[in-house]
């Protein structure tokens, strides 16, 4: 469903000059979720942005559906490929109901039947019609995401990305939105590729997870791998360790990756 070969993204010019996404690629099965993870910086959400059409400039090769893309992107691959950002606060419009912000994607795609598909979306995502007129600051954060999830599913895409979706969230609604999201895929045959700097998270929903360091990918391994603890470059460890929680002996012995 996707195939990436040889993404390069720089940023400014000179000593400004920075080089975020080194020759990087990788393939996604349809149906299947693929997980980027790293620290801040390592690039992962800037190759997510350049998938979707949000970052110009790139230099490689990327096909979505047997589409090779360029620069610009038509309102047909928009329909098939929508993405979830990762602060529900900021990508709800505040002056917009729920009902304006599902309705405003069926508008520019030209779709009939907005009263189902807005009805439909929000039983999918477990808020009811009762939540249709509400405003963004009436809901919570994990119902915000909710929504933002249902905006991106109203077109019946192919593909979800998915940029570290659960990070605003306080942790007791961090499950919820990623037990939604494993549903969602298993009933929508949706493709996936999520971003996040938690290796447990991307875990939780992604079969095969690829680990970023300063722009370049440096390992891809199985679910099975993290879970065991088995993961074979020494950075990898490292963000095992820190994502068990804050350890000021283990930190003190970790070295820095080129």
């Known amino acids: 469903m996707i195939k990436v070969e040889n993404l390069d993204i720089t ?27 790293g620290e801040s910086g390592s690039g992962k959400s800037t190759v997510l942005r350049a998938i979707a059409g949000l970052t ?47 309705k405003e994607p069926l508008v520019i795609h030209r779709m009939d039947d907005g009263e189902r598909r807005i009805l439909r979306a929000l039983d999918e995502v477990g808020l009811g019609p009762a939540y249709r007129f509400r405003y963004p600051h009436q809901l919570s954060g994990g119902q915000r995401q909710r929504i933002a999830i249902a905006r991106a599913l109203i077109l019946d895409p192919k593909i979800v990305l998915l940029d570290e979706p659960t990070s605003a969230l306080d942790v007791s609604v961090q499950a919820e939105i990623l037990n939604l999201l494993s549903r969602l895929a298993r009933e929508h045959d949706l493709t996936y590729i999520m971003v996040s700097h938690d290796l447990a998270i991307v875990a939780h929903l ?10 370049a990918f440096i390992e891809e391994m199985s679910d099975e791998q993290l879970r065991t603890g088995t993961p074979e470059h020494g950075y990898t460890r490292q963000l095992l360790v820190a994502s068990k929680g804050y350890d000021r002996a283990a930190i003190d012995q970790f070295v820095e990756f080129d």
């Not at 400014?12 to 990788?26: I, K, N, T």
């Open 206 to 215: 992604c079969s095969r997870i690829a680990v970023m360091n300063r722009g």
């Open 56 to 102: 110009p400039g790139w230099r490689g090769t990327m096909t979505v559906a047997g589409q090779t893309l360029s620069q610009r992107r038509d309102r047909a691959f928009h329909k098939q490929l929508q993405m979830v950002f990762q602060d529900p606060y900021g990508s709800l419009h505040p002056r917009h109901t729920v009902n304006d912000i599902l």
């Open 11 to 37: 940023f400014g010019g000179g000593a400004q000059r920075v080089h975020a996404v080194r020759d990087v690629s990788f393939t996604v099965a349809s149906g299947e979720s693929f997980g980027l993870v």
